[in-house]
């Protein structure tokens, strides 16, 4: 660090860091913090022979003081673009023929930027050294925000409207597995990915989408589809196409819900052979059953269907600011090794719809009370995530968008292990090889200190301590 003294408003804003970061943090967490190591692997061919070849090609031409956490930083970002695009041109979802072809080739290639970047920034983290916990949780918290932008990237692009059972699909399409997925890493220490994934073929297929309303309109998602189709399916299909994707979208969900739950189970009874521990597992669910359950119940009520209508982004977002607040929670969890509490504080006013449905409120209120309640969660999503960043910050002693601290940190770590040392004894350790210098073999040398009755030499105080059986082994720990 630089050896300056720090202006007054950085001391300033350290003390106010400094007095955030223990909401947040204990001292074990922060320990735990230090000592976290990740573990997944993503097992789809389409990711093993063509994605990751290419972000290990493309990572190669980013200069090495690059920040990992600056391009997934630029990959939402794109997101946000698309999402700002789409909201100038259809802002209620039900006026999708005036949004212009050029709205959707950018949401498809905003999807594939994102993949992209999302691919690159972990080989970047590696190609420098400055791989952290921070980089995964922020990596965790975009992917997170990016479910809300490309949900409804996919809901102008499919002309959706705002019929709460299908716009409740696309949002569920991507956020359930992705909470049931780091669900899944909290409880079994890795996130393994099948060979057909949502951040894979799922944005693919997205993108593909978007290429389809581009090159025909919105309106061929709502054309009919064959009659053979209709009459051989063993799935009730409507007459349009929509109607397909509804069904491929209700499979997709079911089918990774049951892989991941069933892999949590199993792994659990495998390590402790008890069922009781199981329900403390599924206990972890209670958040997405309390939002999606909500959702589904109020949307598909009348005043929850006028609400809707008069205010779907809203709506939505309000349901992604509770969703994404709880994955950070639970991520933050898996990275400190703490008990994750299902008990969200900031989704507990979710009822008071239904009692001022009850009490016969006006819808007029009913939107009011729905952007305050909006604007307060994104404020205090806001706070958590700053929080959370600033914590990791001080505990592991990095940057968020600077790796210059961790590559200083590991240039001093290897020059320590290559350098022989400046004392004589240190150099002719060095010279005599490992053996010596692991104490099998001790060298005499005229510069050894004289010892007095009871005065142990420096390397003896050095040297630690026998481990006795039945004491502590602080060594080991």
Known sequence: RSSHRAPASCARARAVARGIR??????????????????????????????????????????????????????????????????????????????PRWVFLLSAWSLLFYQTLDNMDGKQARRTGSSSALGLLFDHGCDALNTFFSGFHFAVTICSGTGPRL???????????FYTGTWEEYHTGALILPVINGPTEGILIAAGCNVVSYMYGPDWWRSPLPDELVKSSWYQLGPNRIDLFEAFGYTTITLTAIKQVVAVLWTRYRCTGSVSVLWSALLDLVPLGWIGGWAAKYMLSDAGRNLLVAHPRAMAALLSTLFVEAVVGLMLAHVTKARFNPYRLIAAPLPLFYVGQKIGVSDDMQAYFLLGYLATAILYL?????????????????????????????????????????????????????????????????????LTPGRRSARQRRRPKEFIPGTPNVAGL
């Open 22 to 99: 223990m909401v947040v943090f204990r001292e074990s967490q922060k320990q735990a913090l230090r000592r976290f190591e990740y573990a997944g692997r993503d097992c789809s061919k389409v990711y093993e022979y063509v994605l990751s070849p290419l972000a290990a090609y493309l990572v190669t031409w980013l200069p090495t003081w690059l920040a990992p956490n600056t391009i997934t930083a630029i990959g939402l970002l794109a997101a946000v673009v698309a999402y700002a695009a789409g909201h100038y041109y259809s802002p209620a979802l039900s006026s999708c023929d005036e949004v």
């Open 167 to 177: 716009l409740l699909l696309i949002m569920a399409i991507p956020a359930l597995p």
């Open 382 to 450: 806001g706070w958590y995530l700053t929080t959370a960043v600033m914590e990791c910050r001080y505990a592991l002693d990095v940057d968020c968008f600077s790796i210059r601290r961790q590559v200083e940190r590991n240039q001093q770590n290897a020059s320590k292990r290559k350098s022989p040392g400046t004392t004589p004894r240190r150099r002719a350790r060095h010279e005599a090889g490992r053996g010596e210098e692991n104490g099998h073999q001790e060298a005499a040398s005229e510069e050894n200190e004289v």
